[in-house]
């Protein structure tokens, strides 16, 4: 069952707000009616409320539904949520999509040219600091107000902590992915007024680490927590999502244990492949939970947002596409993202679905060869995404949509322990490596016929086949990184560079810049090398 996120939606004042402390919002207002930091927290029950604002804070924006009372300020609500932004950043930078908008940020994202002051970074820099403060508060909040609570309030309230963290954590981890070193503050960092301290990318990875470790041990086992929410799987899969990357984030290479988690997760007996890919994408993708270990929720009813799969679906729609009877939204689509040439071509070289049934593309009336990123038919289109059931029902809102985000699924874990075993990690079975891609490549076929043997399972083509089975769920831009293959000339594609036929880009752009702003108000931090 979806969680009800309606819940979510508890207007208050934070003691941390962005990366800095106000001293004067820690205080109890005259007005009874009136919630702040220092009575938010009054009431048991008020405790796994706040969690699900944390939750909330992966899709939505503000504490009116889909706009008004925003919590970051911009032009368009809707891109100032995490999940859109996040998703823009992992995707328009990368073969997997470009944007017909012609809107400059998006752009520079594209052409590898942004800088300090493209507004998508600020907006996803200040998204992801906010949703670290609310953490923050929660998990303080726990530590400093224990009293009055019976022995099971106390049990449940410390499982709300374990949670908190483990968003907080990833958090961190994306920050750490995004920006290298940042500001750094925890629940230690009581409110007031301050310059949060720059911490090291690779000391926020060990930070990360310890900390999804710890609650690990504290959360629900594999599969029994409620829909949409952590349990044990979802921190052993970022730590194996983490370990695979730790040679960009340190310096040094972590595969020994990005197979050890990636094994937690397949022995939990938890998780299995669900029986069809497409059905991963749809409005009642909630019903593939054997194979979504933790979704980001999407609901029309209870949690309206621009930000959420609703962008995906929407952007992502337009030209001969049938926007209500196929994606299920009644008001048309954007016109907006679709999928280079070059990532068809490399990835898809029979992109009708016929023989991989991940290629799930609308080709209608489109080209695939794109001389003009502002014109939509130029492109193929993203298809796989979807407001429509297995059944073919309409999602419950024909314009806020009923598809969940995996933000973890069990493919990821598979294609984890393959490239860390081909890497050389230790405890990893070559067999198994293979056996598991074959898995997923068989779902893939619907036979074995597209089984591959051991000597093709290289880090090119498991890179490729991360890029067949992940396509627009905001993977892309890591795997390049980690691959090699993001800045540079070694991997081009339509327009990188700002060129139709793509080059090569500066080895800066591996790493996004602290924004200006941020800079100008804590002189703690320093620039990223490039900027």
Known sequence: MKLNRSLAIIIILLGVLGTSCVKDLNVKPKDPRIITSATVFDKPEAYKQFLAKLYATLSLTGQKGESGLPEISAPD???????????????VTTDEC??????GGLVEYHGHAWSDQNSYVN????????????????????????????????????????????????FYACAMDIFGNVPFVTEADK???????????????NYVESELK???????????SEYARANKAAAWALLSRIYLNAQVYTGSARYDQAITYANMVINSGAYTLHDNYAGLFLADNHLAGDEIILPIASSGANSRSYGDVTFIIHAGVGGSMDAANDYGIASGGWNGNRMTTAFVDTQFPDPSGATDKR??????????????????????????WKNVTSTGEIGGNATFVETDFPLFRLAEVYLNYAEATVRGGAGGDAGKALQLVNELRARAYGNTS???????????????????????????????????????????WDFKGGVMAGTGTAPHFSLFPIP????????????NPGY
Not at 134 to 151: F, H, K, Q, T, W
Request: proline letters at 3%; glycine letters at 8%.
């Open 77 to 91: 609500e809707g891109t100032t949520a995490f999940l859109r932004g996040y998703w823009a950043l992992q995707e």
């Open 98 to 103: 470009i944007n017909a908008w012609g809107d």
């Open 123 to 170: 907006l996803m820099y200040q998204r992801l600091f906010i949703n670290i403060s609310y953490c923050n508060e929660m998990i303080r909040a726990v530590n400093d107000n224990p009293g009055g609570l019976s022995g099971t309030q106390k049990t449940e309230i410390d499982a709300y902590q374990a949670e908190a963290r483990f968003l907080r954590a990833y």
């Open 191 to 205: 409110p007031g007024a301050f310059l949060p301290k720059q911490i090291k990318r690779a000391d926020l990875f």
């Open 214 to 224: 710890a609650v690990a041990d504290l959360l629900p086992a594999p599969g029994s």
């Open 359 to 384: 290629a799930i593309f609308h080709t209608d009336g489109q080209t695939l060869t794109i001389t003009n990123p502002t014109i939509f038919t130029e492109g193929y289109l993203c298809a796989k």
């Open 450 to 492: 597209g089984n591959i043997t051991s000597s093709q399972l290289t880090l090119d083509f498991l890179l490729q086949e991360k890029g067949r089975e992940f396509y627009w769920e905001a993977q892309r831009r890591t795997d390049l990184i980690r691959h090699g293959k993001f800045t540079g000339s070694d991997l081009l």
């Open 516 to 527: 200006a702003s941020d800079l100008q108000l804590n002189n703690n931090l320093v620039q």
